[in-house]
Structure formats: C-alpha cells, structure tokens
C-alpha cells in the first residue's frame, strides 16, 4: 500500500527527515510516535506532498514517485497522489462558512466531480457514522472540538481514499472530548481502513495499532507491534521517551 524509501527532508540547512524507511500494508493502523521536533508530522505531510520531499521514494498503490533536488515532481503527479489520500489535520480545518454536510460535500463536488445530490447522500451517510447525523446543518462555530474533528474525519472519508492520514488529531480537544474522536477512529481501524497517525494517545497506540514506529530526531528508532514497543522494547531511548509519558 504505502512504501517509503530513503527519504529525506530538509529546510535550508535543517534535516527534518534522515533517511526513513518504513512500509504499510493495506487495511493497516500505523501509529507513529515521538517527541516534539522529531519529524512525525513532517514525514506524514510528505506521504501526501503537502511538503515535497528533498530525495528519497514514495510508493503508494500504483503511484511510484522519486524525489531529488534537481527534479521538480509535476502537479498531475501531486493531485494524483493526493486523491489516494485523505488528512485529518490537528485544528480541523473545516470552511467556518459552511455547514458540517457542505464541508463534506465540498470536495466530492469539486475534486471527485459527484452530483450535489449523490454528494449530500454520501455526507449524510458518513456523518451519521460518526454519530453526528443531527449536526447536518450546523456551522463549525456550532460545534465543539470534538464534534468539528468528527466532522474533519467524515470529510477525509467522503473522497474515498485508500489511505487516511491523522496529524495529532486529538492534540487540540478538552481532554473530555478525545474520547468520542478516539472511537471514531478505532472503528475505521477495526473496518480495515488503512491509516498513518501521528499521535500522543498511547491507549490508541496500544489497542488500535498493527504496528507502532517510534521517530527521534528524523530517523527511525524503533518499531513493532503495540506489545514489542510498550512492553518489551529493547531500545533505551524508546524507554526513555515512553517512561517520561506512561506508567512504564
């Protein structure tokens, strides 16, 4: 599904990313954790070229991209990616001028080229999966964080995308709504949606993940399945970084 090689991203004289190597296979939940500053974001920004990478490769389906300094990528290629994916963004990210069911609708209409009428049919559909089915007509300003974000995740899952993509998801929200945007996504998990999530949720990262990489200062560390990392990791820094934000 998605196959990272090598890949590298630098801002002016700051390498962000240091040659990261990861692959993640259909119907998979990929937890990515670390601490502030490690490149978790970046690298998930890269997977849908919101930033370009500076070398390395991209895989994802049958889109097979490589990345250089003295090669630009085209826009077909970067629309073309993008369409396999959806983002689910820390502070939302939804229109403020429409309501929760034109928010998705919006980019069926313009990007998938779907009806308004079949459009309207699919955010209904979605919004009554997240549990939001009497919100259709509310505005952002409407709703708390927790419902905008179930909102933002209904708008990621309306352009049909092989892959969804989580930046923090929860990291803006009252502690007491993390759990109802939790649930959301360890259903999709559970339907066998392929998902990437940068995350500080460890109780997500153990109950949800096939499998859990851990990122310090743009490289890869350590990773494995929930059990390997949170229990028997072998890593000292992991250990570190996990002891100063568990029980461990």
Known sequence: MIE??????RFGNLEVLQGI????????????????GS???????????????TAGEITLGNRHLVFTESVKIKEQ???????????????????PHMTAAENIMEGQVTVLG???????????????????ENRAEMYPH???GGQQQRVGIAR???MDPDVILFDEPTSALDPELVGEVLKVM???????????VVTHEMNFAREAADKVIFIDGGRIVEEGPPEQIFENTQHERTMQFLSKITNI
């Open 4 to 9: 990272v090689k090598n890949l590298h991203k």
């Open 21 to 36: 190597d990861m692959k993640v296979k259909k119907g998979e939940t990929v937890v990515i954790i670390g601490p502030s």
């Open 39 to 53: 490149g978790k974001t970046t690298l998930l920004r890269c997977l849908n070229l919101l930033e370009i990478p």
């Open 77 to 95: 290629d970067i629309i073309a990616l993008r369409k396999q994916t959806g983002m689910v963004f820390q502070n939302y990210n939804l229109f």
């Open 114 to 132: 779907r009806s308004r009428d079949a459009a309207r049919k699919r955010a209904l559909e979605l919004l009554r999966k997240v549990g939001l």
């Open 142 to 144: 409407q709703l708390s």
């Open 156 to 158: 990621a899952m309306a």
């Open 186 to 196: 360890k259903e999709l998990a559970a339907e066998g949606m392929t998902m990437v």
